[in-house]
C-alpha cells in the first residue's frame, strides 16, 4: 500500500514539477534574451517589470487552486453537477477578472511602471512590457485555471504536456522576435504572451474527450461559492502578491543602495529564485489532487502521509539546488550578464549563496501552505502565506539593508523563510490534532 502510495505520489509530482520548471522559463527566458540584446538597462527594466506577473498568476492560481479543491472534494463524493458549477464559475470569473487587467494595460501602464520604480532611463521598455502583458492578462489567468483543473481531473500528463510546449514555444519565439526580427522588449513580452495561448490549445483536448467540447460553460456563475473558492485558494493568491511586493520593495531598496547596476544584478538573482519557487511550487500542487482527495474521504492518515513525502522532496531539491549555485554561481551569472560587468558579477554571486540559502525553508514552507489548503484550513494557509510573503519580510528587509547594506538585503530572506518555518510547523501540528479530533468524534457519540 505504502508503495503504491508512494509511486502515485511521484507521478503527480514530477508531471507538476516539469511542467512548472517549463512555465518559469517564461520569465528566465525573457532575462536571458533581454540581457543579451539589451544589456543592464534592459535587464533593470524586466525586473521592474516582473512583478506583473506576481499580480495575474496570483489571481489565476486562487481560482485554480481554490476551484480545483473544491472540485477534487465534490468529486470524490460523487457530487458530478456540483463539481462542474464550481469549473464554470472559475474559468468564468477569471475571464471577468483578466478583462479589467487589459483595461489597467491600457490606459495605465506609465503611472505603474512608475510605481514599480522604473526611472528616466528603464521607463520606455518596462511600460511597453507592461502594456503588453496586461494586454494577455486573460490568457495567463485562463492558463493557471484549466492547468489546475485538468491536473485534478486526473490528467497530470496532459497538464505537464500543455506547460512545458506553451514555455518552449516561448523560448523560441523570444530568439525569432528579438534578434531575427528586431522587435526588442515588445518581442520578448509577446512571446511570453504567446505560450499561455499555444497551452491553452493542447489543454482543450482534455475537454472535448470528456464533454465533447465545453459543455460546462453552460453553467452559469454561482455567486454564492466565489467565497469558498477563494479562501480555499488565498493562499497562492497571497504567495504570488507578496512575491510581487517584495519584488517592488527589493527593487525600491536596492536601487537607493546600487542603483540600476544593483537592480540589474537583484534581476538575475530573483529570476532564478523563481525558477526554483516554481519548482517547490510543483511540489506542493503535485500533492494538491491527492491531500484534496483524501480528506474529502475522511482518509486523513493517507493525506499526512503524503505531505510527510512532499516535505522530504523539498529539502532534498534545496540541497541539490544550493549545491549547484555554490559550485557554479560564476558560470550561471555570465549567461546573463552580456556586458561582463563586474559589479553586478559580484554582487549577484554575494547575493546567490546567500539568499538561497532560505530555499531549505522556503520549499517546507510553500508545501505547508498549499496542504493547509487542502484540508480546508484556509485561515491557517492565509496566515503562513501572509507572514512569508509581507508582514515578516518588509520589515526585515528595510532594518537588516540599513545595518549591512545589500547583505542585509539578502539575509532578509534567509531569516524570514526560518521564522515562517517555525509558525509552519505549529499551525500544522494544531491542523492535524483537529483532523484527528473530528475522525474519533462521532466514536464518541455512539
Not at 21 to 32: E, F, H, N, Q, R
Not at 311 to 321: E, K, M, Q, R, S
Not at 335 to 347: D, K, P, Q, T, V
Amino acid at each position: 500500500m505504502e508503495k503504491s502510495l508512494f509511486n502515485y505520489f511521484a507521478k503527480y509530482v514530477s508531471l507538476n514539477v516539469l511542467g512548472m520548471i517549463g512555465l518559469s522559463c517564461y520569465i528566465l527566458a525573457d532575462t536571458y534574451f533581454v540581457a543579451q540584446a539589451l544589456g543592464a538597462t534592459g535587464l533593470a527594466a524586466l525586473n521592474i517589470s516582473i512583478p506583473i506577473f506576481s499580480f495575474t498568476s496570483g489571481i489565476g492560481l486562487m481560482l485554480g487552486i481554490g476551484g480545483a479543491t473544491r472540485f477534487s472534494i465534490l468529486i470524490s463524493r460523487n457530487q458530478m453537477h456540483q463539481a462542474d458549477e464550481v469549473l464554470a464559475t472559475s474559468v468564468k470569473l477569471g475571464l471577468i477578472i483578466g478583462l479589467l487587467f487589459v483595461l489597467v494595460g491600457i490606459f495605465g501602464s506609465k503611472p505603474l511602471a512608475m510605481l514599480f520604480g522604473a526611472d528616466q532611463s528603464t521607463l520606455p521598455l518596462a511600460q511597453v512590457y507592461l502594456r503588453t502583458i496586461l494586454v494577455f492578462a486573460p490568457f495567463f489567468m485562463l492558463n493557471n485555471i484549466i492547468t489546475t483543473f485538468v491536473r485534478n481531473d486526473q490528467n497530470p500528463n496532459l497538464s505537464m504536456i500543455a506547460m512545458l510546449v506553451g514555455s518552449f514555444s516561448n523560448i523560441f519565439l523570444d530568439y525569432v522576435f528579438m534578434f531575427p526580427l528586431g522587435m526588442g522588449i515588445f518581442g520578448a513580452a509577446f512571446a511570453t504572451c504567446l505560450a499561455p495561448i499555444i497551452s491553452l490549445l493542447i489543454l482543450q483536448v482534455h475537454y472535448w474527450k470528456k464533454f465533447a467540447g465545453f459543455k460546462f460553460l453552460g453553467n452559469k456563475i454561482r455567486w454564492s461559492i466565489v467565497g469558498d473558492l477563494c479562501s480555499l485558494g488565498v493562499s497562492a493568491l497571497v504567495n504570488e502578491l507578496s512575491s510581487g511586493i517584495v519584488l517592488i520593495a527589493f527593487n525600491l531598496i536596492i536601487l537607493g543602495i546600487a542603483g540600476n547596476i544593483g537592480v540589474a544584478a537583484y534581476g538575475i538573482v530573483a529570476n532564478l529564485a523563481l525558477l526554483v519557487i516554481a519548482i517547490f511550487t510543483g511540489v506542493a500542487q503535485g500533492i494538491q489532487p491527492l491531500t484534496s482527495k483524501y480528506y474529502g474521504l475522511t482518509e486523513y492518515q493517507t493525506g499526512r502521509k503524503i505531505f510527510q513525502y512532499a516535505l522530504w522532496t523539498a529539502l532534498l531539491l534545496a540541497g541539490l539546488i544550493y549545491l549547484v549555485v555554490f559550485l557554479y554561481s560564476a558560470e550561471i551569472i555570465s549567461m546573463f550578464n552580456s556586458e561582463n560587468n563586474r559589479l553586478i558579477g559580484e554582487i549577484a554571486g554575494i547575493g546567490l549563496r546567500i539568499y538561497f540559502l532560505g530555499f531549505f525553508f522556503a520549499g517546507i514552507n510553500i508545501v505547508a501552505a498549499i496542504y493547509l489548503s487542502t484540508i480546508e484550513e484556509a485561515r491557517a494557509a492565509f496566515v503562513l502565506s501572509i507572514a512569508r510573503g509581507v508582514a515578516i519580510l518588509l520589515p526585515f528587509v528595510y532594518v537588516l539593508s540599513k545595518l549591512w547594506q545589500m547583505t542585509g538585503v539578502w539575509l532578509a530572506f534567509v531569516i524570514t523563510e526560518l521564522l515562517v518555518t517555525l509558525i509552519a510547523y505549529y499551525l500544522i501540528r494544531v491542523s492535524h490534532r483537529q483532523l484527528c479530533f473530528q475522525k474519533v468524534s462521532p466514536l464518541r457519540k455512539q
